[in-house]
């Protein structure tokens, strides 16, 4: 096998995993459904910081740092990314604690469109007829679920749009993905052990009551927030865009599944047909994204020099 094919399919196995161990996040949350859902966002905030700063500590990787705090357009992204990763952190363990992870799942099938909005409306990129026919398409879907359901799916939308938001803020930050966390949750750290210790003072904590199998799993936090966002950024360093757009379908997946699956959340036919809608829509978005490229490819190896 060349060392090419070798990167690949090492990226392949190291971005499936990522959106593998993102998919299976709801059995993670529910196992510490007795933990509320704000006392949970502040341990796994807090322990995330310190497993980032044991691997930055271990890879000698602080050096960012001073020159980052007295950077005032780092600091204004970062303070904006962090409300932003937070508040989609919140959501969706409020969502899985109260059995909407149907609903979770829709939100991260819907996040790809929302990123192509912004594009056009925030970055001013030019769409093309595909994108904006899937768009509409994933628009007809969202409104078949409204009328379903006699509500907007505000769940699915919040959670769209606040990751939509975070990663356009992430594309443009000059920090990498495990420097970035650490930045985001030393902002938000102080805050999180703020609230931890107001609910200890308090008699609130749940974490003052609880056994050492959900200490254990609140520890845990750290590592499972920090891991699959570490081997996403070495897997997409490695594989073409397209194909990891392909493959970020995986994570929403098995959300779903193990919604319908594990804890038996309802999805009826009317319900199923919205989704499809916006299954379609991303289809043709991966689809017309294919072909786009590989007339590109085409055209430059056809002509090099005028590609260029």
């Known amino acids: 096998m060349s060392d090419a094919a070798a990167g690949l ?18 059995l993670y949350f529910k196992a510490l459904a007795a933990v509320p859902p704000l006392e949970l966002l502040a341990h796994r905030v807090l322990w995330s910081m310190a497993f980032v700063a044991l691997l930055l500590a271990a890879r000698h990787g602080w050096r960012w740092l001073q020159p980052a705090l007295r950077d005032a357009r780092v600091l204004r992204a970062f303070a904006c990314s962090s409300l932003l990763i937070s508040a989609n952190w919140f959501l969706y363990i409020w969502a899985v604690v109260n059995d909407r992870i149907v609903e979770a799942s829709l939100g991260y099938f819907i996040n790809p469109l929302v990123n192509v909005l912004l594009a056009a409306f925030v970055l001013h990129e030019r769409l093309r007829r595909g994108q904006w026919a899937a768009v509409a398409l994933a628009a007809a879907g969202v409104a078949w679920l409204t009328w379903q359901a006699g509500a907007l799916p505000w769940i699915a939308l919040l959670l769209a749009c606040s990751f939509a938001g975070y990663g356009l803020l992430r594309k443009t930050a000059p920090l990498g993905a495990l420097e970035g966390l650490a930045m985001e949750t030393l902002m938000l750290g102080p805050l999180a052990l703020a ?22 799993l609140l520890a845990a936090a750290g590592p499972i927030t920090a891991i699959p966002l570490l081997l996403f950024a070495a897997g997409a360093r490695r594989i073409p865009f397209s194909l990891l757009g392909l493959l970020q379908y995986i994570g929403p997946t098995l959300q779903l599944l193990v919604g319908v699956a594990v804890f038996h959340e309802p999805f009826a036919a009317a319900r199923a047909a919205g989704f499809a809608a916006i299954w379609a829509a991303l289809a043709l978005y991966t689809l017309e994204g294919w072909w786009q490229g590989r007339g590109a490819a085409a055209r430059e190896a056809a002509d090099p020099l005028g590609a260029r």
């Open 9 to 26: 399919r090492g990226g392949v196995l190291q971005a499936s995993a990522a959106y593998v161990c993102w998919g299976l996040f709801p």
């Open 195 to 216: 609230l931890l210790g107001a609910l200890w003072a308090t008699g609130r904590a749940a974490f003052a009551e609880a056994g050492p199998g959900t200490l254990a």
